[in-house]
């Protein structure tokens, strides 16, 4: 078992992001499919066979999600979610500057699935090139009539439109997202209602991640059955995985799911740096709790494994630590990260994310005292689910799982005041 | 209608309201910051989680709708754990100085803390504080204080239909302010004030001054528009300390002139005192001889040589009073309209402010209804945020004119013509509307919206839009200058219109003039008139509350109450009665109109009967069809300028009202980006106006959506006597640099 090339069969050709390459090797003969010989219907109905789950790091069923879209005359919109702002995630980026074709034609696809003529790419602003090589695919396409008013002569109508953020890591959040797109503050909105019901300008709207709507033109041409023959039970298909940390070949890797933790450690990504130990790993993402080095043996990539061990597979942003890491400083530097990026708008998280950064703070300049461990687990009751928008949930993932497995490093730095690694 | 369990207790409510409204039926206390009744639920403060069966997270109560056979508990441990949470929280960098908050006692923070926070905080780092900004004349904002649950930001979107203050930063920086004003006056202010849950947004007025808790709440009515709004005044040791909006009545806001109009009961300068003139002066020398003084003064007049002049705000009781003491002595003559206006009130066939917010359509003519009627400009931004379709057509509109959808901008003179040319049906090119715009309002009339008129519009459009509007079946509402119209037109309290009366008295045909409470120098844009008729009256009797430019030609003055000084009944543009109750008890010599009308009746040996037993308001009947009259404009200019008292500085007795007219410290010039393109004008320029003689120093304020050629100008200055120089609102001027 090692890489399986589906989304990055491209990316290593000369010129992958030119149009002429990108048809050489079939490209948008799957849309093409779509548009000629397939219903709407039928195309969510692959894709619900498919199994395929959002790989922005939620993991919902993206069959389920399109067919939450109500029957009715608004127009509808689809939006593609390349606000990649996750710390340790750069997945879309590879597909984003290397492939975009295979994301535009999963984006028309899609599009044509949910009925929508519109669809919107939201970039991250830090992602100029990338919004650049966007923008000249989707002109190449259009000149050549594969998008536009009549998409390969179809009649169906799918306009994309590139909109670039800001640099607010909260509208990665489908709801911030949309009050951004609209030009508004990118604070999440209250749900419900959902924006499967109500998004962008309240129409009905399927917000879905660049890794996500890549993957639609493979089930479209190889039929869902086929994409859920691949990985495990509830996990199919394959997945980015953005490897990055203390590793001697860090960079992108497509797995199957349930492929073993081990193929990508240590045969792909070629295992911690010599003479150093693995200490911890946070799998997902900075979002999802970190495991240690024993919680990691034997566990396989796929959702299921992995929440198994209380973390979450998430955006498949594996981040390596071996033990030269101080985890305080790590907690430290990733709650300071939730604090500059709350929105402000719910009390537990913005107050609860400065807070935690306060205490951190005084724990990592050597002033820290015992009680503020047991201060900063309880944060866990006050904000867990209690917050408007995940974010809160997210700044809680490395801060418990960090000083409830090391909670050790934690007290001797207290003790000692000083840094122990 | 859904049934649901609140800590074991049922209830039953509408299938859309929301757990904390189903909990309130209930009588379980739910804690809350973000939440208001007559907001849209948000969701931020996250106070009102609650346990609901079957739902794995706690769920905000405010926003969450119930569903038949729901379970809630509010009660269990977790939900304590996460409200003592979110008071640690909220309480992390609150600066905990109550002691010496203004919002001690009414604090919303604070009660919930008290009533379920945890007496101690594991909190020992660093407070963080945010330096305190003060926001022109009315509102400060202490940041340290705020918890950021936007209602006064939601507040300005929803119903202002947007105003420069917004949530500003990100995080728990978060700053709530104004993106380029220094200063915020924009009509409502006083909204956040009172809207603010914590000492975040406090008045400037109350500042200081005094402690909540000390505070008896006394039921008035404000008096300065026709709206008759509800206010509670904060009363300690005889003396009003702050006015709140406590009551759904007409409508959840009021605005400035209300929140902040008390304080002449207030002033230091308010004459308590009947007066006499002795020579040059007026001097106090005892009630008894001032009444003999009027007594025998009035004895020397026929009754057709007596005339009074009322003011706006009038009660019910006093233009009673007025009334039987008129025909008591068969006085004959009486005006109400001093604002040389030439009709008498049409009514209105809408019934409640919230038939406005609920339109669809509104058409909104003429004006200057935001600062003659600001809450009714204010619920129809209200019905703006809610979707509604509104089209102004108007000279000049402060407040509307830059929030509504469709703007028909026409300078003042065409104002008359152009609405009766729409009414008639029959496009006139003269009064500035093009073609095309004059079809788009036709077809805009063909979607039946409600019509609004302002005061501005005279007799002849008032009465084809009442007679348009009733064979259509639409609803409308027509405004007018004075609040007491109503009132007055019952009693028929009016004559030929003050200019007619004034000229009387210049003619010496009236000799003896009871003037009630208004500055005629102020409020009758014929100020050369006033001042000959003035000159030449023989006998004047002022009531009122301070010393002003009318008062200084009177012969008696005689001090009034005010607000919750009297008990009194007013009666509303919808044609409802609102009552306010007399709280104060008075000091020395004040009186209401009427006591000083029966006692001087009384003196003359005829009893006057104060009790009033009913009242139905009688209107206007539309009769005939007439043409506008043309409006002659005097002097000679390039430009045609609009003279308007401006919203700060429009209300009764405005000598005794100083924190309101901080707000309109100078007197501005409004003018159109156009001219000052042209003239090379840009804001706070000084220029001078010149009305064919004198000339006046205004300062510029440029104005996007006014018409290239129209100035608007404010009056109502002290010792800035434009409106002498000036026969009627609308004149020619030339601009001087």
Known sequence: ?421 | MARITIDGIAVEVRDDATILEAARKAGIDIPYFCYHPYLKPAGLCRMCLVEVEGMPKLTPACVTQVRDGMVVRTDTPRVKKAREGIIEFQLLHHPLDCPYCDQAGECMLQDITYRYGRATSRFVDEKELFPTKFYGPFIVYEQSRCILCKRCVRFTHEYMAGTDWNVYFRAAHSLIGTYENKEIADYFTCNLVEICPVGAITSRLYRYKVRYWTLEWARGVCRECGLFCSLDYGIRENKAYRAKHNVNSPGPWICDKGYFGFECMNHPERIKFALERRENKLVNVGLEKVLNGITQALGRYKPEEVAFILPSGLSVEDAAGIRNFMDNFGIKKAEYRVGMEDYLPFGSNVDSLEEISEARNILVLSGDISNSYPVIALTICEAIGKGANVVLLTSWDYYLMKRVNNLFCIKPSCEDGAIYSLFSGKWDEFTGLSREEYERLEAFLQTKPMIVLGPRAQEAVRALIVDYAIKNGLKYIILDRSSSSYVAYTYGLFCKGIDSLLEEVKAGSVKALFVLGVDLFREVPNGKLVRDALGSVDFMVYMGLFFNGTARYADYFLPLTELVEEEAHFVNVFGKLTKSKKSLAREYEERSIREWLKLISEKMGKKLDLEVREFKPKFVLVEGNKKPKDIVLSGSGDFEALFEIPFYRNFRYMEGKSKLLEASPEPVLNVSIYDARSLGLSNGDYVSLDIGGPSFKYKIRVFDELVKGVLVADTGFEGFPVNEALNNRIAKVKIKK
């Open chain 1, 1 to 421: 078992m090692g890489e399986y090339r589906l989304l990055l069969a491209n990316v290593d050709k000369p010129g992958s992001h030119k149009l002429e390459v990108y048809r050489k090797a079939g490209g948008y003969e799957r849309l093409r499919k779509a548009l000629f010989e397939m219903k709407p219907d039928e195309v969510v109905e692959e894709v619900k066979k498919s199994g395929l789950r959002g790989r922005g790091g939620a993991g919902f069923p993206t069959g389920v999600k399109w067919g939450f879209v109500p029957k009715t005359d608004l127009p509808k919109y689809l939006i593609c979610n390349a606000d990649e702002g996750e710390p340790g995630t750069f997945k879309d980026r590879v597909i984003i500057e290397k492939d975009p074709h295979l994301l535009l034609e999963g984006i028309a696809i899609s599009a044509y699935a949910i009925g929508a003529h519109e669809a919107f790419i939201y970039i991250r602003g830090e992602y100029e090139y990338g919004a650049r090589i966007l923008e000249s695919a989707i002109r190449e396409a259009e000149e050549a009539g594969i998008l536009g008013d009549n998409a390969l002569g179809s009649g169906y109508r799918i306009k994309i439109v590139v909109h670039r953020g800001a640099g607010a890591y909260v509208c990665g959040e489908e709801t911030a997202l949309i009050n951004s797109l609209e030009g508004r503050r990118g604070h999440p909105r209250l749900r419900p209602p959902f924006p499967a019901s109500k998004g962008v300008y309240q129409c009905p709207t399927i917000v879905n991640n660049v890794e996500t709507l890549a993957s639609v033109p493979f089930i479209v041409e190889k039929g869902g059955d086929w994409y859920a023959s691949l990985g495990t039970e509830k996990s199919k298909g394959t997945k980015l995985f953005s490897i990055s940390g203390h590793i001697k070949r860090p960079g992108v890797y497509e797995l199957i799911l349930g492929t073993p933790f081990d193929v990508l450690l240590n045969e792909l990504a070629g295992g911690v740096r010599d003479g150093r130990k693995l200490k911890a790993v946070i799998p997902g993402g900075s979002s999802t709790p970190m495991l240690t080095a024993e919680e990691v043996e034997g566990m396989t990539l796929d959702y299921e494994n992995i929440q198994a061990r209380g973390s979450q597979l998430g955006s498949g942003a594996v981040i390596v630590m071996d033990d030269s890491t101080n985890i305080v400083k790590v907690v430290w530097r990733l709650a300071k990260f939730y604090a500059h990026e709350s929105c402000g708008q719910c009390t537990p998280c913005r107050e609860g994310t400065r807070w935690m950064v306060q205490i951190l703070d005084r724990i990592v300049r050597g002033e820290g005292r015992m009680e503020d461990l047991d201060v900063l687990l309880d944060f866990e009751s006050i904000m867990a689910g209690n917050c408007l928008c995940p974010l809160g949930d997210a700044a809680l993932g490395p801060l418990i799982s960090g000083i409830t497995k090391f909670r050790s490093e934690f007290e001797a730095q207290i003790k000692s005041g000083r840094c122990l690694v």
